[in-house]
C-alpha cells in the first residue's frame, strides 16, 4: 500500500550524490512519507584513526536543510532527527523554524561509552518531529531503545547500527512507502527501510560515502 498523496514523480530506491539542500530543492512539495535523518552533531567529531564528518564544523547547513525537509515531507506526516546534545538549542531552533512541532524524543542506551569526560557517554539520542497533526501510530514503540551493538565504525565514522532504525521507520511509515535520508553517510536508514518494504531515497555530500552507500543497497552498476 502506497500513500496515494505522493507524487509518482518522486525518485525510489535512488542515492543521490551533493549537497542535499540542493538536491532536495528538486523534490515537489510533500513528495516523501518519512524522514529519519543523522545529520553532523555539530561537535567537530574526529575518529580515533583521525577520520572526520563534512560540516560538523560548521551549522550553515542546519536551518536551510530543514526548511527542506519540512517542504518535501508529506502534510501530517514525520521526521525522526538525531542530533548532537551538546548543540541541542541550534537544532531545536532550526526545527521549530522550520515548521516542525516536536512529538517526541528518543534516547538510544548503549552498553559502552563512546567518550568519557564530565560523564560516561553512553547513549545517542533523537527527536521525533511532526509536520502537521499526524496520526499516532497504532502501537507506539518505546522511547528508550537498546543500542544494540558497536559498529566498529567500518562503513563509516558514525555509522548507525539498522536494529535501531528498523523499528523507527516501521512505526512512523507503512510498506511501500518512501523514506528519506538527506544525510545518509553508509547508507544505513536505507538498508533498514529496504528491510522492512519500504522505498528509500538518499542523499550524500561525501563521494566516498557516497560509493559506500551505493555499494551496500546494491546500485553499482
Ligand atoms: C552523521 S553522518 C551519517 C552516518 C550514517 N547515519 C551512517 O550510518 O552511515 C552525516 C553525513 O552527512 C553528510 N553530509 C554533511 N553535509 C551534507 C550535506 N550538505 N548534504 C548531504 N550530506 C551531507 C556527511 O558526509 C556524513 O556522511
Sequence with gaps: MQ????????????????DCIRMMQQLANDSVDLVVTDPPYLCRYTDRSGRTVANDDNDAWLRPAFREIHRVLRRDGFAVSF?????VDRFVAAWREAGFSVAGHIVFRKRYASSTRFLRYEHEQAYLLAKGRPTPPHQPIGDVIDWPRATGNRRHPTEKPVEILRPLIEAFSAPGDVVLDPFCGSGSTLAAARDVGRDFLGIELDPAHFQTARTRLGLQS
Design 3 to 18: 500513500s496515494a498523496s505522493i507524487p509518482p514523480t518522486t525518485p525510489r530506491n535512488r542515492i543521490a550524490r551533493g
Design 83 to 87: 542530533y548532537g546534545w551538546s548543540a
